[in-house]
């Protein structure tokens, strides 16, 4: 099944801040080998869609799911998350993990699952945005790849 969306692999840096800072998620960590694996939908310059992940052997961190006001509700979001479910699976991912304060019915519907802080491998918990920038009260998901 072909993608409705174009997406393509690594925006710039400041047209990545510049819509996260937009809808409020965090940049802090942010780097220049992150957005290696970030993909995006829309304008090189003006993204209206974004994800990322982060790869740790089998295990991976999706982050900074982001869709520009302007265009929710179009399927946007959908195509970037099972893209970078892709992406993922096709470097060995096998299971992917993400923090959220208001999208866990929208990854639900996706075959993610809640769980507790700690059960999430110590990679992941090591990273920036999972010991400090999203917030304890952040909800833990898992999906099995």
Same mark, same amino acid.
């Given at each position: *099944?072909?993608?409705?969306? *174009?997406?393509?692999?690594?925006?710039?840096?400041?047209?990545?801040?510049?819509?996260?800072?937009?809808?409020?998620?965090?940049?802090?960590?942010?780097? $220049? %080998?992150?957005?290696?694996?970030?993909?995006?939908?829309?304008?090189?310059?003006?993204?209206?869609?974004?994800?990322?992940? $982060?790869?740790?052997? $089998?295990? %991976?961190? *999706?982050?900074?799911?982001?869709?520009?006001?302007?265009?929710?509700?179009?399927?946007?979001?959908?195509?970037?998350?099972?893209? %970078?479910?892709?992406?993922?699976?096709?470097?060995?991912?096998?299971?992917?993990?993400?923090?959220? =304060?208001?999208?866990?019915?929208?990854? $639900?519907?996706?075959?993610?699952?809640?769980?507790?802080?700690?059960?999430?491998?110590?990679?992941?918990?090591? =990273?920036?945005?999972?010991?400090?920038?999203?917030?304890?009260?952040?909800?833990?998901?898992?999906?099995?790849?």
């Amino acid at each position: *099944m072909s993608e409705p969306f *174009m997406i393509r692999q690594r925006p710039t840096r400041l047209s990545a801040v510049t819509l996260l800072q937009a809808e409020g998620l965090p940049v802090e960590d942010l780097t $220049e %080998a992150h957005l290696d694996h970030f993909f995006y939908c829309g304008d090189d310059d003006a993204p209206s869609g974004l994800v990322g992940v $982060e790869l740790f052997g $089998e295990q %991976a961190l *999706m982050r900074s799911l982001v869709v520009s006001s302007a265009v929710r509700s179009q399927g946007i979001g959908s195509a970037l998350v099972q893209h %970078a479910e892709a992406y993922a699976a096709a470097h060995g991912v096998r299971a992917i993990y993400l923090l959220t =304060t208001t999208a866990d019915l929208f990854f $639900e519907y996706r075959g993610y699952r809640a769980v507790d802080r700690t059960q999430a491998p110590s990679s992941i918990q090591l =990273t920036r945005e999972f010991a400090g920038l999203c917030p304890e009260s952040s909800i833990v998901m898992l999906k099995q790849l």
